[in-house]
């Protein structure tokens, strides 16, 4: 079965630092472009950061986050820091084929007290 599985959400402090993580399943991440995206309450869905199949690019809506593959474990993270309440969201992770993400994991909740 091929998926992604999100994980290291939780509750933290304004000013905390936190690292995600996307496992994949079934599928080799270094193969593919990624991307994190988030979502909070009442909003759309946006993309935080991405990487490409190399590594060597990368994009981010945040200079506060840092996204990195291992592909030994065939994870990519995402490593946020100086975390505010406005980042609170639930964050997904998604595989990019052929220009598009076709696979996206269940999400991981990121909740940013005051």
């Known amino acids: 079965q091929v998926q992604l599985e999100e994980s290291g959400g939780g509750l933290v402090q304004a000013g905390d630092s936190l690292r995600l993580s996307c496992t994949a399943s079934g599928r080799t991440l270094s193969e593919y472009g990624v991307g994190w995206f988030r979502q909070a309450p009442g909003k759309e869905r946006e993309l935080v950061a991405s990487?490409?199949?190399?590594?060597k690019y990368t994009y981010y809506a945040e200079v506060r986050f840092t996204i990195a593959r291992d592909n030994a474990k065939n994870t990519v993270s995402l490593q946020m820091s100086s975390l505010k309440p406005e980042d609170t969201a639930t964050y997904y992770c998604?595989?990019?084929?052929?220009?598009?993400?076709?696979?996206w994991g269940q999400g991981t909740q990121v909740t940013v007290s005051s």
């Open positions: 990487i490409d199949r190399t590594g």
């Open positions: 998604a595989t990019a084929d052929g220009g598009r993400y076709d696979l």
